[in-house]
């Protein structure tokens, strides 16, 4: 048990990454993707299959938990791991970006940003303060500062103004964050798709010494190419001995591209939406069990997968369940989606420690790239 947060650089291959972050709740293997627990639930699973998976880490978000139920109310009910009942580590992010992406009337300024809550109109302040506060009420392992993200394409002096606010609003965030011991609070790196802002923003948020660093501003409208050579930019100005988050990524080929380009750390709702909407990623590549081509087939989608939903139904019942809108459908295409991105992390991890992970890329894009057969 350790009372202080760590991250040890295990192994590298190239720029590929292997890692461990250690805090009191537990170790966060890295390279890791983390599944998303908006409201305090990984959508159509119970926590204990999340964890069964190789999740050692779980997301939650300020935006959804202040709306509802609400941070105090959380906090007088032990907590978010106590009250989901995940005793392990979690991230919170700080809700920016859900606020401009979600909520009604919202209005941004040096202060923080107003807006009215898409479920019942109440209307409510998010400053950097605030948020980490919430945060801090929910009991969140790694907090994120308040940052401000813009949809690209956009305009030079737009992306500026909005890297420089988000700059102002870490020094606020981490003042408000003190000194939590066990805790991290990550800086966030802003600058869209410009260079030189990227790295000035990286610069200034590594002076700040923080316990980790976000790659925010990214999977927001831009190639895939505009996102990597961002990342090639970028994390040569960050410390190598501390954790590089990147927020939002991804499909499994963003991540094998961005681990290849070390990032250590994901998020993404890309496993668990796209389950609820019929669709399977696999070592096949996406299949979709929409599609009338598996109504009589009656293999599994991958015996190979250690996954009971991969492993022991049939596609065609997959086919039925998706066809009817059955929930079991959405449940067991969610469950083989987290299974399918947490067996690429675990193989990633594998293949750095072993100075493989050129070779293990090229296998998996080849399987990709082969289909489904
Ligand atoms: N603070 C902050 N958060 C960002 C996020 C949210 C990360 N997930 C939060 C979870 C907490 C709760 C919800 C999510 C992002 N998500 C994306 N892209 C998602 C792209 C995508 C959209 C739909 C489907 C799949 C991918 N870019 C992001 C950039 C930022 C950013 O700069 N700052």
């Excluded at 009191?24 to 993707?33: E, K, L, M, Q």
């Excluded at 948020?131 to 994120?144: A, F, P, R, V």
């Excluded at 890297?163 to 600058?191: C, H, T, Y």
Aim: proline letters at 5%; charged letters at 25%.
């Amino acid at each position: 048990m350790t009372e202080r947060f760590t991250f040890t650089l295990q192994a590298t291959d190239g720029k590929a990454r292997r890692g461990e972050i250690t805090m009191p709740r537990g170790t966060v293997r890295t390279p890791a993707f983390m599944p998303v627990g908006t409201a305090g639930t990984v959508k159509a699973m119970y926590l204990d299959q999340v964890r069964d998976l190789g999740s050692d880490i779980i997301l939650g978000n300020v935006y959804h938990l202040m709306l509802r139920p609400g941070a105090e109310r959380v906090a007088r009910l032990g907590g978010l791991h106590e009250f989901a009942r995940w005793p392990h580590p979690i991230l919170t992010d700080s809700g920016g970006f859900q606020v401009m992406s979600l909520a009604a009337l919202r209005k941004l300024d040096e202060r923080g940003v107003t807006f009215k809550s898409h479920i019942d109109g109440t209307e409510y302040e998010l400053t950097p303060e605030r948020s980490i506060e919430i945060q801090h009420l929910l009991d969140s392992d790694i907090q994120m500062q308040l940052d401000e993200c813009i949809r690209l394409p956009a305009e030079r002096a737009e992306i500026e103004r909005a890297m420089e606010l988000s700059l102002r609003w870490a020094e606020r965030s981490a003042k408000a964050f003190g000194d939590q011991p066990g805790k991290a609070m990550f800086g966030i790196v802003q600058g869209g798709d410009v260079p030189d802002l990227r790295i000035r923003s990286a610069e200034r948020l590594a002076a700040m010494d923080l316990k980790g660093y976000s790659i925010g501003g990214l999977a927001v409208g831009e190639p895939q190419a505009v996102m990597l050579k961002t990342l090639e930019e970028t994390l040569p100005v960050l410390p190598e001995h501390k954790p590089r988050y990147l927020m939002g990524v991804g499909t499994p080929d963003d991540l094998l591209q961005s681990v290849a380009r070390g990032i250590d750390m994901f998020d993404c709702v890309m496993p668990t939406r796209a389950g609820r909407h019929g669709l399977a990623y696999s070592c096949f590549g996406k299949i979709n069990l929409r599609n009338a081509r598996h109504a009589d087939d009656h293999r599994p989608l991958d015996e190979a997968s250690a996954c009971p939903a991969a492993r022991d139904y049939s596609r065609a019942y997959l086919h039925h369940l998706v066809r009817c809108n059955e929930a079991l459908g959405g449940m067991l295409l969610t469950w083989i989606n987290l299974a399918y991105y947490q067996d690429l992390m675990a193989g990633m991890r594998a293949a750095i420690e072993a100075g493989r992970f050129a070779d293990f890329k090229a296998e998996t894009e080849a399987g990709w790239a082969r289909g489904d057969i």
